[in-house]
C-alpha cells in the first residue's frame, strides 16, 4: 500500500504512464515479430523497418533530385478496440530498428523504451537473437565478465578546446597490472563519440567475443570525428541539432594534426602497451576515411588499420605516401564494403590499387549498403585480426 | 561533392532524414519559448510540458480512482501549410521536458532530438539558462574542467551477480594522486544507475560547483537499487521494460544486505578517503527511504545523509536505531520535500521525531511535488555541505 502510495504521488507529478500494457515488439516462437499499436482515431498507421524489403525514394538535395533505398513500409492492419497490428516473416538474429506512422505523423512505439538517435534521427530497436553465436547474440548482453565504458575529457592543444571521448577498458582491467594494445575507433559524419558503443554494440560485442576468446583484451578509444564539436548532444556546451551534411565535418586535416592529442591523452592516462604492433585504428565512412589518411600521416603508427565503407583514395598527389604504409609492413590493412553502398567503388578502386601495387590488403564485401547492420558485422570480424 | 555524395548515400539507406528545418523549440530573446510542428492532416495538436499550469487528473490504479496533477496541457495553433506553433509566457532558467499530442497520438517533437527516459515514459526537453547562475545555469555544460562518467559493473556475492553503477570522478582525478570522498547517490523507484546523470544532470550540477569551489571534488557512485535488475535498459541481459509499480522494488532489506558489496569495490578500485567524515549517501523517493534504511543499518558509515522526497520513518521498532545514528554525531541530516509531494507528511513526521528528540536535522521545504526539478535542487544544495 505504501508502495501503491508512492508509485501514485511519482506517477501523478511527473506525468509517468505505468506503461502501456501492450506487449510491441513480441517476438513469437517461430521467430516472426508482432507490433501493435492503440491507435482508435486513426486512419491509416504504417510500420517503418529495416527488416522489411527496401523501397525506392526520391529526394531532392542540394538542388539534385537522387533516388535513394528506404527502408521497407507496410500497412499495419485494425482490429478490434483501435488495436493496430503487424507481423513480419521469419527474422534472423541482428539489431533491428523501426518506427510506426500515424496519419502521415511519425510515432514513437510507446510500448517500447528502446530507441536508438543515429544523427538527428530516432528509430525504436530490437534485438534478435534466433540462435547462439548469430549477429544478434554478439549485440546483446550475456553473463560474461563486462568491461567499463568511460566517458573522459582530455585538452587538445591543437584545436583550442576540451574534448570528451568513450573508452572501453576491457573486464579486469581495473583489478590488473597489464598493459593493454589500444583500437581507435572513429565514426562517421555527425556522428559522435556516442555512436559507437550506441549504435555499433562495440561494449557488448568486445565483451562477447573476448569472453569466447575470439579477441584480445583491448582498450578501445571512441573519439569524436567531427573536429569543431567538443563533445555528443547533451555534452556540449550548445544544445545543437546534430546534421550529416555540414561538409566541414567531412574535412580530415585537423582530424590527422589533433589526432596526436588524443593518443598523448590515452597513452598518459591508461595502461597502454605502445607501439606499431599494439595500435590499430579504423572508422566507418568519414571515419573510414579518416582511418586511411591517419595511417598516411602517420604510417608507422598503425599496425592496423580498418576502413569501413569510407577509404582514402590513392592518387598522384599520395602515391608515396602508400608506399610508406606498406612499407611499414601492416599486421592488417583491412577494407569492408557493401554491394550496394555508394562508397563500393572507391573501395575496388583502392583495392585495384593495392593489388597492382603488390601491397596486401583485404577486401570484404558484404550485401547491403552504408548502414550500421554492416559496420557492425565489420567490427566483429576486424575485432577478432587485431593484435595476434 | 564527394561529400554531398557520402551524405547521400548515408541518408539513403539509413533513412537518416537531413533534419526538419523547423527550429523547436526556439528560445526567444525574452525568454518565451516556441514549438513548432508540421501536421498538416490533424484537427488537434496539444502540447504538454511541466512549465504549464498543471491539471487535474482522474486515474484508476489497483483498483482505486486517484487524482493527480498532470503536466499542464494547451492547444497548439494552426497557421499556413499545416505548421502548429506554440508559445509560452517566459520561463526562468531550468531543464524543462515536453511532449506534443496530434490527434490523441504521443508523438516526440521531430525537430528536437533531445529527449530523456523516466522509467517507461520518453519526453523532448530543452535547457533554458535565463541567466549565469540560476538553475538552468547549472544544468547547462560549461567550459570549465569536466569529470569522467563511467558505467562499471562490480561483483555483488550477496545478490549473486555482477551489477552495474555509474561513477562521476571529478576533473583532475586521473592525473592526481589524492584520496577523493565518495557520494553514495541512489535513484527512485523504476529507475536505474543511468537516471541521476540522465535525468539529474549529475555531472554537470557537480562539474560546475566545484569549479566555482562551491562544492569539494568527490567521487559520486550511482549504483542500481533495484536488487533484483543487473543494469539499466540496454545494459542488462534481457531487453525488459521498465515499471515503477513492482512492489519488490520498494524493498530495501536487500539493499541494505548488499550495499557493502559496492562499498568494498569502490574502496578498492578508485582512490577513495575513506571512513564517516569522508562518506555521505543520499537518495530520491526510493532512493530516500534507502538512504535513511542504510543509515539506521550502518549507524557509523556515512557522516552525510540526505533524504530526497522519501524517508525511512520512526517508529517503535527503530527507535535504539534512529539513537544510534544521532550518537554517532552525522555532520549533516538532510531532509528536502515539496510541499505538494505525498511523501511531505512522512517527511514531516520524522523531523518532528527528530526535533522532539533533540536530533539536530534539516528540514528543507520546495514548491512542487515528487519531480525531478526538485531533486535537481536538492542535490544542488546538499553536494554543496558535503565533506567540509
Not at 510500448?111 to 534466433?130: E, G, H, K, L
Not at 592496423?304 to 565503407?309: A, I, Q, R
Amino acid at each position: 500500500m505504501a508502495a501503491l502510495l508512492m508509485a501514485v504521488a511519482a506517477f501523478g507529478q511527473q506525468a509517468l504512464g505505468p506503461g502501456t500494457g501492450i506487449v510491441s515488439p513480441e517476438i513469437n516462437p517461430d521467430n516472426t515479430v508482432t507490433f501493435r499499436i492503440l491507435a482508435p482515431k486513426a486512419i491509416q498507421v504504417q510500420l517503418s523497418g529495416d527488416f522489411l524489403p527496401t523501397r525506392p525514394v526520391e529526394v531532392e538535395m542540394g538542388g539534385q533530385k537522387l533516388v535513394y533505398n528506404a527502408p521497407g513500409q507496410v500497412d499495419m492492419q485494425e482490429g478490434r478496440d483501435g488495436m493496430w497490428t503487424y507481423t513480419s516473416v521469419p527474422l534472423e538474429g541482428e539489431l533491428y530498428s523501426y518506427t510506426i506512422t500515424v496519419d502521415g505523423q511519425k510515432v514513437m512505439d510507446p510500448s517500447n523504451i528502446y530507441q536508438n538517435r543515429d544523427v538527428a534521427t530516432w528509430t525504436n530497436i530490437f534485438v534478435m537473437s534466433a540462435r547462439q553465436g548469430d549477429k544478434g547474440w554478439y549485440y546483446q548482453v550475456h553473463d560474461v565478465p563486462h568491461g567499463s565504458v568511460s566517458h573522459v575529457w582530455y585538452d587538445s592543444p591543437t584545436l583550442g578546446m576540451q574534448r570528451r571521448l568513450t573508452v572501453y577498458t576491457p573486464a579486469g582491467y581495473e583489478r590488473s597490472k597489464d598493459k593493454y594494445p589500444v583500437f581507435y575507433l572513429l565514426h562517421g559524419s555527425g556522428g559522435d563519440e556516442d555512436a559507437w558503443c550506441d549504435l555499433g554494440r562495440t561494449a557488448q560485442i568486445l565483451d562477447n567475443l573476448i569472453a569466447e576468446g575470439k579477441a584480445k583484451p583491448m582498450i578501445v578509444v571512441m573519439p569524436n570525428g567531427v573536429y569543431f564539436n567538443q563533445a555528443a548532444p547533451g555534452a556540449a556546451v550548445n544544445m545543437f541539432q546534430p546534421t550529416m551534411t555540414n561538409s566541414r565535418s567531412q574535412s580530415t586535416i585537423e582530424v590527422e594534426n589533433s589526432f596526436p592529442d588524443i593518443m598523448r591523452f590515452v597513452e598518459n592516462t591508461y595502461r597502454v602497451a605502445k607501439g606499431y604492433a599494439n595500435t590499430a585504428v579504423a572508422g566507418l565512412s568519414m571515419g573510414g576515411r579518416q582511418s586511411g589518411m591517419l595511417s598516411l600521416h602517420y604510417p608507422k603508427t598503425f599496425g592496423y588499420v580498418g576502413l569501413f565503407s569510407g577509404v582514402a583514395v590513392p592518387d598522384d598527389s599520395n602515391a608515396d605516401a602508400f608506399k610508406a604504409v606498406f612499407a611499414a609492413k601492416p599486421k592488417l590493412y583491412w577494407i569492408g564494403c557493401g554491394k550496394e553502398d555508394g562508397v563500393m567503388a572507391n573501395s575496388l578502386k583502392l583495392k585495384e590499387y593495392c593489388d597492382k601495387m603488390g601491397f596486401p590488403v583485404t577486401l570484404y564485401e558484404s550485401d547491403g549498403g552504408h548502414i550500421w547492420r554492416n559496420w557492425r558485422v565489420y567490427l566483429t570480424l576486424f575485432a577478432q585480426q587485431l593484435f595476434k
